[in-house]
């Protein structure tokens, strides 16, 4: 697989990851010495999934819904930088009340690590929300 494919491949594997739950596949996908800027605040990779982990569900579901990312990325290199849009639904609110739609904006710097490509930081820019879909 090239690295296009790789690095395009990257945030796909994370949608799917983050919208099963699936904390290893998670986990697999970032720099342990890297970290997350999202709407939960500034944290480490560690302290991001396990706050991930152990965080109440708000949605029984979620669908991430990926555009083409940007990839900045010279061949040969051993980092990239990606900026990907993405539309979230999230359904079925636990404690009941309305669905929601998220507009994202995900900004990677990610490295190649044991021959792996990992997200070592990201930034999460909430663009837009709508309450009901």
């Known amino acids: 697989m090239s690295d296009v494919d790789a690095l395009r491949a990257l945030n796909q ?7 099963a739950r699936d904390m290893d596949e998670l986990t697999a996908l970032f720099d342990p010495a890297g970290s997350v800027d999202g709407a939960r605040g500034s944290s480490s990779v560690p302290d991001y999934l396990e706050m991930t982990r152990t965080s109440p569900r708000v949605f029984e579901q979620s669908m991430h819904v990926l555009g083409d990312p940007l990839i900045e990325h010279t061949e040969g290199s051993d980092i990239a930088r990606l900026d990907t849009y993405a539309v ?14 998220l ?31």
């Open 88 to 101: 979230v639904y999230q359904l079925g609110r636990v404690e009941g009340g309305d669905d929601m739609v």
């Open 13 to 19: 594997r994370y949608s799917r990851a983050i919208d």
């Open 103 to 133: 507009g994202i904006r995900y900004l990677d710097d990610v490295r190649r690590l044991d021959g792996k490509w990992r997200i070592h930081h990201r930034q999460a820019v909430m663009l837009w929300a709508r309450d009901k879909l």
